[in-house]
């Protein structure tokens, strides 16, 4: 019975160490694709230029958008 749960307890971990690594693996190719997004010329940063330049009218624009999605759905 104590063998069961220690092999148990062994699977476990492994498991738990193997999703670890996936999720570090998806987040550090998402930091990347940001990081090439946010170059210059690119669409992120340009996204972010508008931003700041007029964050009251990018605001009322996403919130369409989402309004517009959502009714999609």
Do not use: H
């Not at 690594?21 to 998402?30: I, N, Q, T, Y």
């Not at 009251?56 to 996403?62: F, I, K």
């Amino acid at each position: 019975m104590a063998e069961r749960a220690i092999d148990a307890a062994t699977d476990a971990s492994r498991t738990i160490t193997e999703v670890t690594a996936a999720l570090r693996s998806a987040a550090d190719r998402l930091s990347e694709a940001v990081a090439t997004a946010r170059q210059p010329g690119k669409p992120l940063a340009a996204v972010s230029a508008i931003t700041r330049e007029a964050p009251l009218t990018s605001l009322l624009v996403a919130f369409l958008f989402g309004i517009t999605v959502a009714r999609r759905r």
